[in-house]
């Protein structure tokens, strides 16, 4: 699967990557490369984290909510 990263220079040197599918992956690195190559480990990581919680969760039930 692909994802969506946005690839920002820090200020304080090196680069900021995020995942615009998943909120929760946000890496860094020293190089562009070494960015990229760290938010696919997020990404992985994240997805693990939410496949468990699925599991433990286990029924998923969805409810209407009435705005106001």
């Known amino acids: 699967m692909q994802y969506t990263i946005v690839l920002e220079a ?3 040197g090196g680069y900021t990557a995020r995942c615009l599918e998943l909120p929760a992956a946000i890496s860094e690195g020293d190089t562009k490369e070494e960015a990229l190559e ?6 992985e990581l994240v997805l693990e984290v939410t496949e468990e919680l699925a599991r433990v969760l286990g029924e998923i039930a969805k409810v209407d909510v009435a705005s106001a």
């Open 38 to 43: 760290n938010i696919k480990e997020a990404i």
């Open 10 to 12: 820090a200020e304080e």
